[in-house]
Each structure stands twice: as C-alpha cells, then as structure tokens.
C-alpha cells in the first residue's frame, strides 16, 4: 500500500491557475487525478501510465500531469480554471484493480 498525500489547493478565481501535488511513499508506474463534488460520481481528470499522460475532453488542453521521479510526487498543473472545476481534487495509485487514495485536497474557482 502506499501512502498518499495531496497539496496545493485553495480558492482562485475563474482564468487562473493552480498546481496541486501529491507526494507518493514509494514509486508507482500508474496514477491519476481525479475530482468529486456533493452529488456526483468521482471522476478521472488526469492519468500517467509510466510516461504516457491521458486527460478526459473537458481537461484536455487545461490540465496537465506529470511527475518527479526522483521525489516520487505527482503534479496536476491546472490553467484556465473556470467555477465548474471546483471540487475535491484526489490522487490515486495503482495501474487497475485496488487502488491507494489521498485524502483530497479542496479547489474552489470563484467567479
């Protein structure tokens, strides 16, 4: 199991950026972002497979994933932030099957 910790959140206004991380206790080959808000499904906005990034439509172009291997932490680079991104934002680990969550870490867009 590997421990998981996500920072970086807060309240920005609609256009602006954030950058969240997550700091991983070992090195995983698969993870991913994901986001939930009060009466919705979690969703994935973000992956990293190895190196291979994958983002869903409504994140493409705004979001971007990547990794420090060395430190064995996860960014989530996020610009063009608008209020409909507001949520929990979560990282996960694991390539299929179980996987390991952090404990989530808030974004709020104002407009």
């Known amino acids: 199991q590997v421990q998981l910790v996500e920072s970086g959140g807060g309240s920005v206004q609609a256009g602006g950026s954030l950058r969240l991380s997550c700091a991983a206790s070992?090195?995983?080959?698969?993870m991913a972002w994901s986001r939930q808000t009060p009466g919705r499904e979690r969703e994935v906005v973000a992956t990293?497979?190895?190196?291979?990034?994958g983002y869903p439509d409504f994140a493409q172009g705004r979001f971007t994933t990547s990794r420090d291997y060395a430190k064995h932490i996860l960014y989530l680079e996020m610009n063009s932030l608008k209020p409909d991104d507001t949520a929990i934002y979560y990282c996960?680990?694991?390539?299929?099957?179980?996987?390991?969550w952090g404990q989530g870490t808030q974004v709020t867009v104002f407009s």
């Open positions: 996960r680990a694991g390539c299929s099957g179980t996987y390991d």
């Open positions: 070992t090195y995983k080959a698969c």
């Open positions: 990293l497979n190895f190196d291979t990034a």
